[in-house]
């Protein structure tokens, strides 16, 4: 559905990401991960036509879009989310996503009546129609996230690219955000998640890519990625697999669980 061909972006002399290549089948959840400044927002950038890649190619459905304009990739159908939440404070938590649905992938067949019922009905998904009338500037740290998602599940996208929409909250949080992202996921929407929540994205990933000083250092399955050595030297840590281990033995050495009476 996505291919990603020997990307590489630079800032002056600087390389952000250099021969990035990898690709996102259709349905699932690819978590892209890596250390600080390894270059994953920049990808997202790069995909959702922020930036012009100076080197290589996206390909969306066979369509070359690396020189498609934001506006227009988003009505191809790939929409994301940001690190920093930045609603439209000034308009209420319902009208914030009714700016998506209006004006998103969909939006030039709905009329405005449909596109606020489609506005209702994502709130309703997302948990927030107990604050539809609110004004978004008063939400919490946790419903700005989930408006986040619902603006962006609002243009009616194919392709969803979230990045870090975990950060911040706490393990609760962070289980009801899973359980949200598996169910858009299930509703046909594939999925991209920058997270550093190595518990979280290990959960939801059906594969993982792993940057670090923006060239990709490992892709494949949450449990082989995780077991590289050259992903734990780069980002993981000796702490992070011990840890695994021990929860491992842990689990291991656990005492079967008694069948129900």
């Given at each position: 559905?996505?291919?990603?061909?020997?990307?590489?972006?630079?800032?002056?002399?600087?390389?952000?990401?250099?021969?990035?290549?990898?690709?996102?089948?259709?349905?699932?959840?690819?978590?892209?991960?890596?250390?600080?400044?390894?270059?994953?927002?920049?990808?997202?950038?790069?995909?959702?036509?922020?930036?012009?890649?100076?080197?290589?190619?996206?390909?969306?459905?066979?369509?070359?879009?690396?020189?498609?304009?934001?506006?227009?990739?988003?009505?191809?159908?790939?929409?994301?989310?940001?690190?920093?939440?930045?609603?439209?404070?000034?308009?209420?938590?319902?009208?914030?996503?009714?700016?998506?649905?209006?004006?998103?992938?969909?939006?030039?067949?709905?009329?405005?009546?449909?596109?606020?019922?489609?506005?209702?009905?994502?709130?309703e998904f997302v948990g927030l129609a107990r604050v539809a009338g609110r004004p978004a500037s008063d939400l919490t740290i946790p419903d700005r996230k989930r408006l986040e998602v619902a603006k962006a599940l609002a243009l009616d996208p194919e392709i969803l690219l979230l990045d870090e929409v975990m950060a911040g909250l706490n393990a609760s949080e962070v289980d009801e955000a899973l359980h949200l992202l598996r169910t858009v996921n299930e509703r046909?929407?594939?999925?991209?998640?920058?997270?550093?929540?190595?518990?979280?994205?290990?959960?939801?990933?059906?594969?993982?890519?792993?940057?670090?000083?923006?060239?990709?250092?490992?892709?494949?399955?949450?449990?082989?990625?995780?077991?590289?050595?050259?992903?734990?030297?780069?980002?993981?840590?000796?702490?992070?697999?011990?840890?695994?281990?021990?929860?491992?033995?842990?689990?291991?050495?656990?005492?079967?669980?008694?069948?129900?009476?």
């Open positions: 559905m996505l291919r990603i061909e020997n990307v590489g972006m630079r800032f002056g002399g600087l390389w952000a990401l250099k021969d990035v290549s990898f690709e996102v089948e259709r349905g699932t959840i690819l978590g892209l991960i890596g250390p600080n400044g390894s270059g994953k927002t920049t990808m997202m950038n790069v995909i959702s036509g922020v930036y012009k890649p100076s080197e290589g190619e996206v390909q969306y459905a066979g369509r070359r879009i690396a020189d498609v304009p934001t506006h227009d990739v988003c009505h191809l159908g790939i929409a994301r989310t940001f690190q920093v939440v930045k609603p439209f404070a000034n308009l209420t938590v319902r009208e914030n996503v009714g700016v998506g649905a209006m004006y998103g992938r969909l939006g030039a067949k709905r009329s405005a009546r449909d596109a606020f019922a489609r506005t209702d009905e994502l709130l046909g929407v594939t999925l991209i998640v920058v997270e550093h929540l190595m518990k979280a994205i290990m959960s939801i990933s059906q594969r993982i890519v792993v940057l670090a000083e923006g060239k990709k250092i490992a892709e494949g399955l949450p449990q082989d990625v995780t077991s590289s050595p050259a992903v734990i030297e780069a980002y993981l840590g000796a702490r992070y697999v011990k840890r695994q281990a021990a929860e491992r033995e842990r689990k291991a050495a656990a005492p079967p669980a008694e069948p129900p009476a």
